[in-house]
C-alpha cells in the first residue's frame, strides 16, 4: 500500500505513519477538492468512488494492525493479517487501485513459494501445502491437496468480480486485461512439469475469447509469447519457447 500510495518507501516511514495513526488521504484533502472543483459530475463520482476504496484498505490495514497487537500467541508480521484470504484480497484490492490509476500494467502475485508449508485453514486442510502436494497417490491426501487447489481458485473469484465491475474505457478492466493463472508444475506428486495447467483470464483489449478448455501441445512458454502477441509485443521468443501458441 505504502509503495503504490504513500511515502512509506522503507519501515521507518511506515512505522512513523503507524504513530501518528495518519491517513494517506487526510494529506491530500485540498488537492482532491481542487481537482473535483475542476471536474465533471461522472469523473467527479469515479474519483469519490475510487478514493472510498483506498480509504477502504486503510480502514482493513488498521484493523490488521490492531488485531496483530491484540495476538500474544502468533507473531504476525506488520501489516501482514492471520488469515490468508483477508491477506490476499487486500492484495488483490491493492491490484485494482493501481490498475485503475494506471500507476502500472503489470502486476504479479504469487501465493506462496514452491515448497511453503503453509497451512491453509479456510481450505479445510490441515496439512501444510508442500507435503500434501506430495499425496503418494492415496485417496484422503488427493482430496486434500484438491481442496487446496480449489481454495486457491476461491481465492481469485473476488479479484475478477471487482475487476469486471470496474469501468475502463468503453468495457471494463477484466474486458482489457489479460490475466495468466498458473502452476510450476502439472503433477506436483512426481515434480512432473508435463500437462501443467494455466489459465487465461480476461478480454485483452479483445484479443482473447474466453469460456474454452483447450489442449495443445507445447511449453508454457508458447503460451507467454502467445500472450504478449495478444497486446502488440512482437517479441519473436522467451526462454524455450519453439512458437506462440494456437488458441
Not at 491530500?28 to 471536474?39: C, F, G, I, K
Not at 500437462?195 to 508454457?220: C, E, F, W, Y
Request: hydrophobic share 35%; glycine share 8%; proline share 4%.
Amino acid at each position: 500500500f505504502e509503495r503504490l500510495f504513500g511515502d512509506g518507501s522503507n519501515p521507518k516511514e511506515r512505522a512513523a505513519r503507524k504513530q501518528a495513526k495518519a491517513s494517506l488521504l487526510d494529506a491530500v484533502t485540498l488537492e482532491v477538492a481542487r481537482l473535483n472543483n475542476n471536474l465533471p459530475a461522472t469523473d467527479r463520482t469515479r474519483l469519490d468512488e475510487y478514493l472510498e476504496d483506498i480509504r477502504e484498505i486503510e480502514r482493513r490495514l488498521s484493523n490488521v494492525t490492531k488485531s496483530a497487537e491484540a495476538s500474544s500467541t502468533v507473531e504476525v508480521p506488520f501489516g501482514i493479517p492471520e488469515s490468508f484470504t483477508e491477506h490476499i484480497n487486500l492484495l488483490w484490492d491493492l491490484q485494482v487501485l493501481a490498475f485503475r490509476a494506471d500507476i502500472t500494467r503489470v502486476s504479479t502475485l504469487m501465493y506462496a513459494h514452491d515448497v511453503s508449508m503453509r497451512v491453509y485453514p479456510e481450505s479445510g486442510v490441515t496439512s501444510g501445502n508442500h507435503p500434501t502436494s506430495h499425496h503418494g497417490g492415496r485417496p484422503a491426501t488427493v482430496e486434500a491437496w484438491a481442496k487446496i487447489n480449489r481454495y486457491h481458485v476461491q481465492c481469485l473469484t473476488p479479484f475478477l468480480a471487482k475487476m469486471k465491475s470496474t469501468p475502463d474505457g468503453d468495457g471494463s478492466l477484466l474486458d482489457n486485461t489479460l490475466i495468466f493463472w498458473a502452476s510450476n508444475m502439472g503433477d506436483g506428486n512426481l515434480h512432473s512439469h508435463k500437462g501443467v495447467p494455466n489459465m487465461l483470464i480476461g478480454g485483452a483489449m479483445g484479443q482473447h475469447k474466453g469460456g474454452r478448455h483447450i489442449q495443445r501441445a507445447g511449453t508454457t512458454a508458447n503460451l507467454l509469447l502467445k500472450t504478449l502477441h495478444m497486446f502488440g509485443i512482437e517479441q519473436d521468443f522467451i526462454g524455450d519457447s519453439t512458437g506462440p501458441l494456437s488458441l
